[in-house]
């Protein structure tokens, strides 16, 4: 059979796509319909908060900490409750991320503050000495992008139905409602730092990356 | 051409692909450097702005090398092997040979763009899947010019029967057009909503579907571009090079096939102890264990091609290259699946053990099998003999000592920082704060950054003895059949 396969390219590609596609459907399919309900209390981002989440993807922070609490009491003890699949079902794309250089953040909003974001954001090494963790001092500076917050939010409400707008859920609205709801968060947080930069940019109507950053750590519970 | 004729063979798009692949493999293995520094010294992290974070970089480190220096390898030695196996030149077809040029054309320009949106932090955050949408369209169209370049040979061919090369590269063709297509399904946001970024797109996928999608991707693609078409080049130049058969064919086809079927499977493995449902983490755990047995499947194979001939060992380092590859292909496909069982897995997961473990199997069988493919390649693309022998064998040596410095130091640290973070005291308290188990990895870190380095060096080694052959090397007055010619 194999030798009669391997003068005929037709069937043996045929061949070579069925025996590797039979572990995915197998596998991955059944899935879908049950993992993505979410649990009761989970809500989808608020507008400043997406647009935070934005920010941690673009600097990957992903890429040295997980946001994945595994059932072992070494991590409930250290980082809270083991996760559950529910609480990610609005998480696109999900950042469990695959190494710990760093701590897991999956609950860190429990745990930490706006101030100690800012000083950390800042300067890592002045509230945890000894960290390996870069300054991130370009996000007091940078201004969010708020408009791809909103189209994301937009988009996977008319196209995933994901509950904006609803009873008890976050409220989306058109842009200009949208925007303006991200800017009074913004200034609940920046209320909440020092950094007069920040302060003004916030005062102006910008919002920095920081503040947005802050208001997603924050909104992770 | 009339059949029994010598068929001139076309190696014009081998050539650019040989190129691409000693560029970017310098682009992403400086950058893995830097990034290894970086996690020793981390005062590195301040060279150039936001740009030169570790964050920022990492995606580019491992895009660029695999997705730059290895998929230019295995595209180059296609472009060599495929006409070989399939006696039939490319210059036979004009259509072929415009399909393989503007794969090239494309392909180059997509790395280039995927090197400018990485460093302006445009991604997805999906590991291995971090480019976005316009770029994975991009990608898309040159996979398609590859496949139809594969199909295209296989159907003016002159060789009856399709060699084991050429299994692999089908193989590798059809699994990561299949991964990359689903894993990468997204809708561009800017196109719904009229707002914002047009190169933002938000994953088709939410949560934990979202990871098991993503690891069934991101597993395979390991599988399909550090795996499948490495082994179709070992398949080709070990034989070829030390003049002996293929040990067995029927260990061939089972582990052909014993690949193919369980490799899939195997993607559960990275998501242990994670939400998705227990008996797939149980399914990738055990299909992890019997991955095993096509991997060493493979490797035996190679190794016992060389039976009664390992004097070739000392005569010639391209074989001695080929043989450290297939030993290193053995230990990295035990490592795997040993981290794979669920107690090793709690410990493992999150650490330095896991790039510990995929940089064995990349630096020591991925680039090692590569480059052996190249330097095969070299005499007979170039008409000229290898410079140097005598660097070629610095080279092994100072790269294979790398690899080991490399590979243990994340070892220790990996288990190291795994046993910290659950350590009690007898008071049933955590005994470690986190940042007491990322201090303790600095003196492993700093040895794993100075065996990077030192294979960094032995690759700028690599590069100028193939720059030296294309250019200066002794000209041929006739193809090498077998071994390789080369310069003292």
Known sequence: ???????????????????VAFAGIIEVIPDFAKQSKPIVGTKPYSILELTGRHVYIKDSCNACHSQLIRPFKSETDRYGMYSLSGEYAYDRPFLWGSKRTGPDLWRVGNYRTTDWHENHMWDPKSVVPGSIMPAYKHHFTNIADVDTAYAEAYTVKAVFNTPYD?????????????????????????AGMKNQDVKD?????????????IAYLNSLK | ???????EYDYSVAKAFTFATILFGIIGMVIGVVLAFQLAFPELNYLAGEYGTFSRLRPLHTN??????????????????????????????????????LHFALYFITILLAVVTLFMGITTSKEYAELEWPLDLLVVVWWVLWGVSIFGLIGIRRERTLYISVWYYIASFLAVAMLYLFNNMAVPTALVSGYGSILHSVSMYAGTNDALV????????????????????????LPKESAQNVYSYKL?????????FVYLWAGGHHLIYSTVPDWMQTMGSVMSIVLILPSWGSAINMLLTMKGEWNQLQTNPLIKFMILASTFYMLSTIEGPIQSIKSVNAIAHFTDWIPGHVHDGVLGWVVFMIMAALFHMAPRM????????????????????????YFTSMWIAGITQGMMWRAYDEYGSLVYSFIDTVTVLQPYYTIRAVGGLLYLIGFFMFAYNMYKTATAGRVLDKEPVNASPMAA
């Not at chain 1, 009669?4 to 390219?9: A, H, K, T, V, Y």
């Not at chain 2, 089972?254 to 690949?259: E, K, P, S, T």
């Not at chain 2, 170039?382 to 410095?405: C, D, H, N, P």
């Open chain 1, 1 to 19: 059979m194999f030798h009669w396969l391997e003068q005929r390219p037709f069937f043996f590609a045929v061949a070579v796509f069925l025996t």
């Open chain 1, 166 to 190: 609803q009873p008890d859920m976050p409220k989306l609205g058109t842009y200009e409602e949208a925007k303006a709801m991200a800017l009074e968060e913004a200034k609940v947080i920046a």
């Open chain 1, 201 to 213: 940019a916030v005062a102006r109507g910008e919002i920095p990356e920081i503040v947005a950053l």
């Open chain 2, 1 to 7: 051409m009339q059949n029994g004729a010598k068929i």
């Open chain 2, 64 to 101: 660029g090398v695999a997705f730059g220096f290895t998929l230019s390898g295995i595209f180059a030695t296609w472009y060599y092997v495929g006409q070989r196996v399939l006696k039939v030149s490319l210059k036979e077809s004009p259509f072929l040979m415009g399909v393989a040029k």
């Open chain 2, 214 to 237: 993503q690891w069934w991707y991101g597993h395979n693609a390991v599988g399909f571009v550090f795996t499948v078409p490495i082994i179709a080049m070992i398949y080709y130049f």
């Open chain 2, 252 to 260: 061939s086809i089972l582990a052909f096939w014993g690949l193919l």
């Open chain 2, 382 to 405: 170039y008409g000229r003999e290898i410079y140097s022998k005598s660097l070629m064998e610095t080279q092994f040596w100072l790269q294979t000592t790398a690899i080991v410095l």
